[in-house]
């Protein structure tokens, strides 16, 4: 089955930016709609944003304006641009698709603390 590699998190500063990639394989990222999700500790996996095939980004509320999701069907590759980070996103992220799910990734870890 496809595997998921997310990558790019560490510790940041409020205020602070990261870049998340997530590597994949096959044709997910030409014809699925693909999602970031992030996990804090104690919560449920949310939703963070997704891309459907033609490109189009859309955002949950609390992320909007700040982060952006774009994707390389060339390089199989999803991103996940954060800016203007909060403590509050603080979270382990994963790629998936948005529908039919595959298996969950590692996951990568970002932390915004001062």
């Known amino acids: 089955q496809v595997q998921l590699v997310e990558s790019g998190g560490g510790l940041v500063q409020p205020g602070g930016s990261l870049r998340l990639s997530c590597v994949g394989s096959g044709d997910i990222f030409t014809l699925d709609a693909m999602a970031w999700y992030r996990q804090a500790p104690g919560n449920r996996r949310e939703l963070v944003g997704s891309?459907?095939?033609?490109?189009?980004?859309v955002y949950v509320d609390s992320v909007k304006g700040r982060f952006t999701i774009s994707r390389d069907k060339d390089k199989n590759t999803l991103y996940l641009l954060m800016n203007s980070l909060k403590p509050e996103d603080t979270a382990v992220y994963y790629c998936n698709r948005l529908f039919n799910k595959l298996n969950w990734g590692q996951g990568t870890q970002v932390t915004v603390s001062s």
């Open positions: 891309i459907d095939a033609l490109g189009t980004p």
